[in-house]
Each structure stands twice: as C-alpha cells, then as structure tokens.
C-alpha cells in the first residue's frame, strides 16, 4: 500500500511551546489529509480535513487557532500544536486519501507529551 | 457520515479463523466498508475494502451482504500477532475521503 510518513514519531515539551507534527504522502500525492488524536485506550478522534491549498475545516468542538493545520503542498500537511499544555498530550495520527484507488493510508502517530 | 457497531472485544485461539462483524445500518449507497488494524502507538493500518458481495487479499476476506447493513471481516488461521484493535469504517472514500472511527474491536489471540 501507499506509505505515509509522520514525524516526528515521538515529542517532549514543555508547557507553553509549540509542536509542529508533518505528515507527508511519500508515493502519491494527496489533496485532502486527515489529522486525528488519539487518548490511551480509545478509539481516533477526528480533528480536522486538511486541504491543499486552502483552509482546514476543523470538527466540532477542535480549537483552530489552537491546533494551526498547514496544507501548502500535496505531499505535506502540518499540524502545529501552539502553546501546548498537558492536556494536549496525546497520540496525533495523520492520514491521506490516495484518490486513485480511492483509500486512506494513515502515518505511523506522534506521541506528543507536555510537561 | 453512517455509525459502526462492532463487538468491544473478542479472544481466540492461534490457528483459528476469526470473523468480526459489524453493523451499519445507515450506509449510503456511496459509502465503501473499510477495515483497518491497529497496534498500540502505532497509526491504523489498511487491511481490505469493499462495496458489495465478497472481497479477498492476501490476509483476510470482507463479507458483505445484499442489503450491505452488515459486513464480516474474515480473518484465516490467526496467529499472536494477529492481536490488535480491528476497526470498521464506512465513508465515501471517493469523495471526500472523511472517515469516523467507532470504537474497534480488541482482538486478544492466545496461544
């Protein structure tokens, strides 16, 4: 199948800072990505739909001006968590449509923790 | 978008076959059935798709029936590594390619 990479894989930070997580379609490209959240023995939580070249729409209920989602090109889609506090911390998984065979491939999560 | 109904859990034995099977009364007659398997921390992974009938790969199968309400993914001669979390997704993955995840079913495989 298709291969999604996100990065990094793991992150530490402290309360107050950003994190920036990039997912990136390696093998084809991708107009519309995905970014989910995942807490400790739950299921994904869907965020928001990133698209290429214009504004995420965010879920109801998920902060866009705390979690900043970047599509600039259709390979790349970055989420930036801004000012994270420990409740932010989580298990972040991004996924892309590969419209050709019309499937979703996910990336391989970002474990962020905020001290 | 169409809510899933899958068993919160089920146990077996290695070298059985397992089938799990979901409901989705709802589904619109654009949607696809989509089944993904997860490790812990690790991102879900694309395991068979389909519309209707019976869909096979490498390692599993998808059963759908007519009225498509209800799909059972087959899963032959599981072995330890088979156990993870199995998750039935419905969506219109040739449109906009949005999809809800419900609540999985934790696959425990013993020896």
């Known amino acids: 199948g298709a291969v999604v990479s996100q990065h990094p894989s793991r992150v530490i930070c402290k309360s107050g800072t950003s994190v920036k997580i990039e997912c990136r379609s390696l093998?084809?490209?991708?107009?519309?990505m995905f970014w989910y959240r995942q807490f400790p023995k739950k299921s994904l939580m869907l965020m928001a739909t990133s698209n290429e070249g214009s504004k995420a729409t965010y879920e109801q209920g998920v902060e866009k001006d705390k979690f900043l989602i970047n599509h600039a090109s259709l390979t790349l889609s970055t989420l930036t968590v801004t000012s994270a506090h420990p409740e932010d911390s989580s298990f972040y998984i991004c996924s892309a449509r590969q419209a050709v065979v019309e499937k979703l491939f996910f990336g391989s999560g970002t474990q962020l923790s905020v001290l | 978008l169409a809510k899933t109904t899958q068993p919160i859990s089920m146990d077996s034995y290695e070298g059985q076959e397992v089938n799990i099977t979901c409901s989705h009364n709802?589904?619109?007659?654009?949607?696809?059935i989509t089944w993904y398997q997860q490790f812990p921390s690790q991102g879900p992974r694309f395991i068979i798709q389909g519309y209707k009938t019976k869909v096979t790969n490498e390692v599993a199968s998808l059963f759908i029936p007519a009225d498509r309400k209800s799909s059972t993914l087959s899963l032959p001669r599981v072995s330890l590594s088979d156990t993870a979390v199995y998750y039935c997704?419905?969506?219109?993955?040739?449109?906009?390619?949005?999809?809800?995840f419900g609540q999985g079913t934790t696959l425990q495989v013993k020896p």
């Open positions: 709802n589904i619109a007659t654009n949607d696809y």
């Open positions: 093998d084809f490209q991708a107009t519309t």
């Open positions: 997704l419905v969506g219109d993955a040739g449109n906009t390619g949005k999809l809800i």
